[in-house]
Structures are given as structure tokens and as C-alpha cells.
């Protein structure tokens, strides 16, 4: 983009086109890494794209020693570039055997079992039974009427305080969520209620871009002459802005 290009920087997917253009332009160069990196081992390679498989595949040429490990269950980010695709065709690809490790330590069967049914309708997927060690455990599904983040929270603060009012331990409750932008609001009003739960620094209210993005538009509000508040925030502000527009106020300020 043109501040990388002004800050003469390269952001991470420079990083790896360029690394898989050097490869194919500089073939000492590749040879060099082939003789450095005689062993390849990649891990939740679900999530790999089209660059980084083809760097895997240049590397992988002098030797052929590789090693991968992912689930194409789990490839959920293909609004990145992740391509479900490179997991199910990797093993003609590199000639490698596949072993399906189908045992979950993680979860009781109950949890497990309720789990396989809904992943079984994924489509183009490899065909692989999924146990769990362990038999129990439960499944109740609380439906909400709302989808907001703030009143999914309080639906789940409050099954939380009621689970904590039947006996049950802080140490057998977790919260699963996609991201830890989720869980920021949660887990500030079980601080709020005294309920002190374990959680990255990520987790925190304060630490969430929604937590910023809530203190620049207050200060939006009073007499502003912030130029760099002004481009990041204007946009949130006014419905089709965008981006751009609110720069281009923000370099006239």
C-alpha cells in the first residue's frame, strides 16, 4: 500500500510474495534455504493460502522431507486466502502418507458427538469418524432473541451467575468464542459482578479496538483539532464516508 511504500516497510503478505518471487527469480538463494531447511514441518495447515504452500513447495523440492499437520474441518479463513483445497491435495502433492488422528482428549462424548453432526455437512472434506476419549458430558442450547454483542453478554453473564449460585466452580465454566474481540465486553461485566475469570491481556475491555474506538468518538463530540483522530474516526461517524474521505478531511484539517 502507499504508507508501506512511503515508510519504505513491507506488511506480512509482502513478506511472502516477495519471498516466493526471490525463490523463483534467485534460484542460489532457494537452494541455499533447501540445504538450510532439510526437514519441513508445518502446523494447522488448513489455514495456509496459495503463497505459503508455494513456498512450502519450493523448499520442499531438494529433499522432499515434509511434514503438515491441520484439519480441513477446521479452515475458516478463507476471507484471508486459506484455500481448503492445498490441506485435501497436499499429500499427492508432496507424496506424503496421511494419518487420521480421529481421538478427542478435549471433550466428553456428549460434546463430541453433537459436534460431528453438524461438521459432517461440510462439503468437499476428508471422510473421518471423530471419538472422544472420554464418555459424559452435555449439550443444552439456550436460544437468544437477540444477536447484539452487549445482550449476548448479559444472556451469558447470567447463566454464568446462575451456574455459580447452583455450586458449580469458576474452574468448570469456560467461554468459548470465535475471537477475543467478544469476549472483551463479557468479561468486563463479570468484573463489574466480582467474578474474577482468567483471561490474555487481548481480553481486556481496555485493550479491544471497540474500547478506542468508543473513546474517539467522545472525544469527537468537543471541539476537535486532532487531524489523526479525524482520519480514523470520521468514517465510523458518517454513514458512506469511508476511508478515504475522512483522510482526505483529516489532510485538509
Known amino acids: 500500500c502507499r504508507r508501506c511504500r512511503e515508510a519504505n516497510a513491507m506488511d506480512f503478505d509482502d513478506l511472502l510474495v516477495y519471498t516466493a518471487y526471490l525463490f523463483k527469480q534467485r534460484p542460489d538463494v532457494l537452494q541455499r534455504y533447501q540445504e538450510r531447511f532439510q ?8 489455514d495456509t493460502n496459495t503463497v505459503q504452500h508455494s513456498i512450502v513447495m519450493q523448499l520442499a523440492t531438494l529433499h522432499g522431507r515434509v511434514c503438515v499437520v491441520g484439519d480441513d474441518d477446521q479452515c475458516i479463513y ?5 484455500d481448503p483445497s492445498i490441506i485435501l491435495t497436499c499429500g499427492a502433492t508432496f507424496n506424503m502418507e496421511t494419518f487420521k488422528l480421529t481421538t478427542n482428549y478435549r471433550c466428553y462424548n456428549e460434546i463430541v458427538d453433537y459436534a460431528v453432526r453438524g461438521i459432517k455437512c461440510n462439503s468437499g472434506r476428508f471422510e473421518k469418524g471423530m471419538n472422544a476419549f ?22 451469558a453473564l447470567n447463566h454464568i451467575k446462575w451456574w455459580l449460585s447452583q455450586g458449580n466452580k469458576l474452574s468448570d465454566i469456560a467461554v468459548l468464542s470465535r475471537n477475543n474481540f467478544h469476549l472483551a465486553l463479557l468479561s468486563n461485566m463479570l468484573l ?23 473513546k474517539d468518538l467522545i472525544e469527537m463530540c468537543s471541539p476537535c483539532y486532532n487531524h489523526h483522530l479525524t482520519s480514523r474516526s470520521l468514517w465510523r461517524l458518517c454513514r458512506y464516508m469511508g476511508v478515504t474521505n475522512s483522510r482526505m478531511i483529516a489532510d485538509f484539517q
Open 78 to 82: 478463507t476471507w484471508r486466502g486459506s
Open 192 to 214: 463489574r459482578d466480582g467474578i474474577y475469570c482468567n483471561m490474555s491481556n487481548e481480553m481486556k475491555l481496555t485493550k479491544s479496538s471497540m474500547y478506542q474506538d468508543v
Open 134 to 155: 472420554e464418555q459424559g458430558g452435555s449439550v443444552k442450547i439456550y436460544m437468544s432473541p437477540k444477536e447484539d454483542l452487549c445482550n449476548l453478554s448479559i444472556i
Open 39 to 46: 526437514y519441513i514441518l508445518v502446523d494447522e495447515y488448513q
